[in-house]
């Protein structure tokens, strides 16, 4: 009897292990299957399949984040990484619709002809970035602090806005596009308003901010402490971090002039330079950079503007790329080089401010000193520096220059920026000069190249 009873429970297992396996395959068709009825009820005893649902609250907890279904129970899943939220991007319509773009999502720059055929078109003389490879070197020595949202960027005149959507691409988190071609900000804006916070568009010249003048200003010129109030930002102490990052191309008409107004704006702490060290990353031509950086001894290129900018700034060269990289609204295409200095590329420069450079005595109030003395001293660069100093103050020359360990007949053209700095550090200690030399001296080598 006992063996019977053990024979019938081999059979019972034996149907039941048959009966499972027979069965798995139309579970997982009924998981596939529609799970709701024509009515819209949901078909009793039915394996649901967890559903994705992407919302605004979903949002609020981190990008890649999705929450289950309402019908589900269980919880929410983990957040996941950039690497796997990536495999999300090409999200269906419907989820678009549902949520704005995040920081994950990818933007596409669109063709490069249709980009070239829209800048070619821009009735302002610019030169513009449609080149993918370059619009990624340049979002790549922004560096990576561009993620965390504590600095913003400013984008001068974006145009077709390859760049600005490669830096939205890298995960910037707040990208403002100051656009000053009315042609090109429709396209931003509607960009502006597919993302969730990362760009703001502003009609706005970032190379014809705070124009001489008062009263109210038509865009894109525009006054910088409505652009910054508009914008949320503060002032900030000289010695905090970078607030800002300024990128873009400089204009090549008057390209000197600009730097020259913007070097003296840092020293005064005007302009932009009010809200803190604001670091600067244009292009410039060749030419202007090599002046930019000349040493003392270049007779014909060491001037006044070379000596401010090396005096308040670290100078980083980061990239040369030759003009014809680039796209121009001009028919004159490549600029024709004059002079002696080559001006064959268009150099990505950094201008970053020196945490120190009002530490030891120059401040801004009297930083307008500084400023008119480098400008007399480097009028004429191979007169000598101690007939210049006598001239201030009769026989005063010989004692500040032993003091600083230079000889008598040093000319002006040979002596480096940080010595301009220390010389005029001594000369405001010292009892013997006062102010009134630069109301005496105002008007005499007031030539244009003695900023040039």
Known sequence: MSTQMCKLVVLATRSACCHT????????????????????ACIPETPMPQRRA??????????????????????????????SALTHRNLSAVAVQCRPLCRYDFLDIGEVEENIRRAKACKIIRHFIVDPALAKLVTQHLGPDIEDGKTAVFECNPGPGVLTRTLLNAGAQRLVALEGDKSFLHDLQELEGR????????????????????????????????????????????????????????????????????????????????YGRVELNLFISEKEYLKLVSRPGDMMNYRAFSVLWQMACDIELLHKEPW????????????????????DHLCLVRLRPRANLFSSGLT????????????????KRKVRLIDRLNLWSP????????EMGMPEDILTGHVFPEEYCRLFQLMEKSQ??????????????TQREGWA
């Open 21 to 40: 396996r027979s069965s798995r395959p139309c579970v997982r068709q009924a998981m596939l299957a529609a799970p709701y009825s024509t009515s819209g």
């Open 54 to 83: 992407y919302s605004l609250d979903s949002l609020s907890l981190g990008p890649g984040r999705p929450t289950l279904s309402p019908n589900s129970q269980q919880p929410r899943a983990e957040r996941t990484s950039p690497s």
């Open 195 to 274: 993302l969730d916070g990362q760009l703001e568009v502003v009609h706005c010249d970032y190379f014809k901010l705070d124009p001489i003048g008062s009263g109210n200003l038509k865009p894109p010129a525009m006054f910088t402490d409505k652009l910054f109030t508009d914008l949320g930002i503060s002032e900030a102490s000289w010695t905090d971090d970078i607030p800002v990052k300024v990128v873009g191309i400089l204009p090549q008409r008057n390209e000197r002039g600009m730097l020259l107004k913007m070097v003296y704006m840092l020293f005064e702490r005007l302009s932009v330079f009010r």
């Open 324 to 343: 014809e990289s680039f796209v121009s609204s001009s028919k004159q295409g490549v600029p024709i080089a004059k002079g002696r200095l080559p001006n």
């Open 364 to 379: 801004p109030s009297n930083a307008a000193t500084l400023l008119l003395m480098v400008k007399q001293c480097l009028a």
């Open 395 to 402: 026989d005063s020359g010989s004692k500040l220059l032993a």
């Open 432 to 445: 013997e000069f006062t102010q009134s030399w630069l109301y005496e001296e105002i008007l005499e080598n």
